[in-house]
T-cell receptor, first 115, second 114 residues
Framework: SAVISQKPSRDICQRGTSLTIQCQVD?????MFWYRQQPGQSLTLIAT?????????ESGFVIDKFPISRPNLTFSTLTVSNMSPEDSSIYLC????????????FGPGTRLTVL | AQSVTQPDIHITVSEGASLELRCNYS??????LFWYVQSPGQGLQLLLK??????LVQGIKGFEAEFKRSQSSFNLRKPSVHWSDAAEYFC????????????FGKGTHLIIQP
């Protein structure tokens, strides 16, 4: 399985600011995804990070609020822009493969608190 | 659209007792199904998966799950729970497993009584 790291592991931010979360994988992967887990809730898919092209966003999530980059097959970033307290969540990246293996592996998450 | 229902928000089980966590899914074709566990302050760990073949699948930590197409269910079981099994358990479905984003159920919080 892939080893996934996220930075930062947690942060406390002021409303109106932005935070960029990094996701690094120890091997090349086909697919990378970003999820949000609001307090006491389940995981919701934000977007699929596509290498070299714009991310594919799920309903309810927009690029202006959650810009995503994926410059290569091992790295992606998610920015939470113009934050409000409602953005306080755990943000997780995950990786998967388009053929052969069917698992999806998750990073440790970034715990974000917005004051 | 795909969806996952975990009917039990909380379950309390005595240590050493058997466990069954329920999961029902809605999906138009043969689904890729997963169970993940999230311990306090930890990330998600994959317990087991199903995408074809034998409908009874074995996972890590002594867990197993049975896929029942007729009931659209994928229930998780363990014959004897340990205190370390206390955690949040999520059932998830995906169209192409690792190639697509997953849809998660709301989770079941497992409490182990001594």
């Amino acid at each position: 399985s892939a080893v996934i790291s996220q930075k930062p592991s947690r942060d406390i931010c002021q409303r109106g600011t932005s935070l960029t979360i990094q996701c690094q994988v120890d091997s090349q992967v086909t697919m990378m995804f970003w999820y949000r887990q609001q307090p006491g809730q389940s995981l919701t898919l934000i977007a699929t990070a596509n290498q070299g092209s714009e991310a594919t966003y799920e309903s309810g999530f927009v690029i202006d609020k959650f810009p995503i980059s994926r410059p290569n097959l091992t790295f992606s970033t998610l920015t939470v822009s113009n934050m409000s307290p409602e953005d306080s969540s755990i943000y997780l990246c995950s990786v998967g493969y388009s053929g052969g293996a069917y698992e999806q592996f998750f990073g440790p998450g970034t715990r974000l608190t917005v004051l | 659209a795909q969806s996952v229902t975990q009917p039990d928000i909380h379950i309390t089980v005595s240590e050493g007792a058997s466990l069954e966590l329920r999961c029902n899914y809605s999906y138009g074709a043969t689904p890729y199904l997963f169970w993940y566990v999230q311990s306090p302050g930890q990330g998600l760990q994959l317990l087991l998966k199903y995408f074809s073949g034998d409908t009874l699948v074995q996972g890590i930590k002594g867990f197993e799950a049975e896929f029942k197409r007729s009931q659209s269910s994928f229930n998780l079981r363990k014959p004897s729970v340990h205190w370390s099994d206390a955690a949040e358990y999520f059932c998830a479905v995906g169209a192409r497993g690792g190639a697509d984003g997953l849809t998660f159920g709301k989770g079941t919080h497992l409490i182990i009584q001594p």
